[in-house]
């Protein structure tokens, strides 16, 4: 092994100690990580420039937290701030673009005590995740060409997929609405909310579904071959049913089921 290479793993292995003690739970283990790391400087001096980078982190944290999560952070009110500073330290980021982090907001939000009579705050946290999702999700087109299947008489071996970012929701009632009064868009009063997040040119979209719908698309998503979905369409006919996914720009393809493997077949 040459110097260089132990140079650079040991300079790995001290940034990574120095993130850990970022997150540490209390200054008695951040200090130790950093005493163990070979950071120079005196104890306080140490300490101080944790407290800078912990500080800068979490005022970072706090900004794009609030990008992804406007509605929620207005909600939140004054709270918002300690709200990304738990979940900075619950839940550290794992990659170099926090656009990535913060996916358990609502999972935090929903396992607050003191919120569980306010369920819809995290209902729309994940209202907010769903349209971030959407709106990064890779752009894709309809494969026009494989609505032929549609005509297969051998519909029990073909599934449709859904764009990425298309993603439903199950959410608690008046969550949907009150996301709605937030930005300022008609709504209405919902019982058990089915949402429909999808995204229309470049602009993310949520819709509420009526139950059948939900249901519907749900055994889409988990791979439901054509067959069966075809026995009890949520709308009158097939017809309407797919012009309704087509026009809202949600429909991907209709491909072939994969074919399962036998024990002897794979071996």
Known sequence: MTLARVGHEAEAARQQAVVAALFAADRAAARAL???AGVRGTTRAR???LGAYRGNGLAVAERALEAMYPVTFGLLGESAGSTAAHLWRAEPPRSGDLADWGEGLADWLRGRPSLADWPQLAGCARIERALHRAERAADAALDVDSLHRLGMPAADR???RLKPGVALLRCAAG???TWCQAVR????????EFLLIWREGLAPR???LTPKWADWLDSAVTGCSLQDLLTDPPEADVETTFAHLISRGCLLDIVPVPA????????
């Open 175 to 177: 969550s949907y609405e």
């Open 34 to 36: 950093v005493a163990g």
């Open 206 to 208: 949520v819709a509420p």
């Open 260 to 267: 399962v493997q036998t024990p002897e077949e794979s071996t």
């Open 158 to 160: 073909v599934r449709l």
């Open 47 to 49: 300490e101080a420039g």
């Open 185 to 192: 868009a008609p709504s209405a009063e919902l019982g058990e």
